[in-house]
Nanobody
Framework: QVQLVESGGGLVQAGGSLRLSCAAS????????MGWYRQGPGKQREVVAQ???????NYADSVKGRFTISRDNDKNTVYLQMNSLKPEDTAVYLC?????????WGQGTQVTVSS
């Protein structure tokens, strides 16, 4: 079992920045990759960024050049630095961990970008 707790969401004006954190606990040795997803109002959940245990990253086209995913293995935490935020980035952001035993999700953190 892996437990994930997100933090760092909030209300920000367009053009602003936020940094999300996802702290993992439990069977963290089994985590292969972690990622950030988001679900906006009336929209399907979509992948935002992913990072493997080797540090390989990939991003949705809509956030490339603006968002950066990183991980601190000592703190068992994954971050999502979000810059140049746009109103269309408004969503609940969720952290996901993929392990040999399955996939785990956090509860999510709300990000609201005002125009």
């Amino acid at each position: 079992q892996v437990q994930l707790v997100e933090s760092g969401g909030g209300l920000v004006q367009a053009g602003g920045s936020l940094r999300l954190s996802c702290a993992a606990s439990g069977s963290i040795f089994s985590i292969n990759s972690m990622g950030w997803y988001r679900q906006g109002p009336g929209k399907q959940r979509e992948v935002v960024a992913q990072i493997t245990d080797g540090g390989t990253t990939n991003y949705a086209d809509s956030v490339k050049g603006r968002f950066t995913i990183s991980r601190d293995n000592d703190k068992n935490t994954v971050y999502l630095q979000m810059n140049s935020l746009k109103p269309e980035d408004t969503a609940v952001y969720l952290c996901k961990a993929v392990t040999v035993a399955g996939r785990y999700w956090g509860q999510g953190t709300q990000v609201t970008v005002s125009s």
